[in-house]
């Protein structure tokens, strides 16, 4: 019974991850997609502490610490479940060409995914009337990481997540 919808979940799995891959190739959307993506890389988290810190130092203080105090939180256990699981890619395990170079070798859980879900949450925090813009942002990062051909739908959910939960473990010792 388990091993039936195991079955099925992986089926699925690959399912939703063709049908959104399969909307690549256009020159436009690809750009797009790419640029997204992009967003959610590391380095632009410091940019985004530096403009806080500039906007209110105080606020850029706390939301340093609640950043430091998660990603402490998300960069172990993200590595550790990489190293575990090895997951193959997509573009390897099913034979097509991502339209990115991943940054590591292991497909699950989407480091992108649960970097800027724990970003999200974060900026949600200090500027709620605004969740619904880092939300968006966060699930758009995703779903690129599938357009782009190097997650499956079920490596974002695991992201997201971890994500939610670093961050939330985060900003409650933070706070």
């Known amino acids: 019974m388990l091993r039936s919808i195991t079955i099925n979940f992986y089926q699925l799995d690959i399912l939703l991850f063709k049908q959104i891959y399969r909307l690549s190739g256009k020159r436009l959307i690809d750009s797009i997609f790419y640029y997204l993506t992009r967003s959610g890389d590391g380095y632009y988290y410091g940019l985004v502490a530096v ?23 998300e960069l172990p256990a993200h590595s550790i479940a990489k190293k575990t699981i090895k997951r193959k890619r997509p573009f390897e395990k099913l034979g097509i060409s991502s339209l990115v170079a ?11 995914t649960a970097a800027v879900f724990l970003m999200a949450n974060i900026l949600s925090t200090i500027f709620p009337d605004s969740a619904y813009l880092f939300f968006s942002w ?19 959910v695991a992201g997201a997540v971890l994500g939610h939960f670093s961050s939330q473990i985060g900003i409650w010792i933070v706070a």
């Open 102 to 112: 991943p940054p590591d070798k292991y497909s699950f859980p989407s480091g992108h």
């Open 138 to 156: 966060a699930l758009a990062v995703g779903i690129s990481r599938i357009y782009l051909g190097v997650h499956y739908p079920s490596d974002i």
């Open 51 to 73: 403009l806080l810190l500039i906007v209110d130092i105080h606020v850029g203080k706390q939301a340093i610490l609640m950043m430091f105090a998660s990603f402490a939180l």
